[in-house]
């Protein structure tokens, strides 16, 4: 089992940045490769960043690009989601999430741990 804590989530305006973190406990960090999705009101889950187990490879969805960055600090268990010039559509309550799979990066069905999730609100 893989415990993940989601945090950093806030209230803040566009063009603001944010930092989410999310805590990992239970078995080997380093096994897993670690992602972000996100849901907003209304809409299915999406996909947002996945980092590999020993953090050299990246993967985000296009309308973040250029915006947010995920890293991770494997002597830490933590895994970030650096979110910069944030705008009202990237409001959503947002997870973490932790796989061993190599397949499916971006599908969610991938994943076998979740954090609690965290909301992130953008005011226009």
């Known amino acids: 089992q893989v415990q993940l804590v989601d945090s950093g989530g806030g209230l803040v305006q566009a063009g603001d940045s944010l930092r989410l973190s999310c805590a990992a406990s239970?078995?080997?960090?380093?096994?897993?490769?670690m992602a972000w999705f996100r849901q907003a009101p209304g809409k299915e889950r999406e996909f947002v960043a996945r980092?590999?187990?020993?953090?050299?490879?990246?993967l985000c969805v296009d309308s973040v690009k250029g915006r947010f960055t995920i890293s991770r600090d494997n002597a830490k268990n933590m895994v970030y989601l650096q979110m910069n010039s944030l705008k009202p559509e990237d409001t959503a309550v947002y997870y973490c999430?932790?796989?061993?799979?190599?397949?499916?990066?971006?599908?969610?069905?991938?994943?076998?741990?979740w954090g609690q999730g965290t909301q992130v609100t953008v005011s226009s």
């Open positions: 239970g078995r080997t960090f380093s096994d897993y490769a």
């Open positions: 980092i590999s187990k020993g953090g050299g490879v990246t």
């Open positions: 999430a932790a796989t061993q799979q190599l397949e499916n990066r971006t599908n969610g069905a991938s994943y076998d741990y």
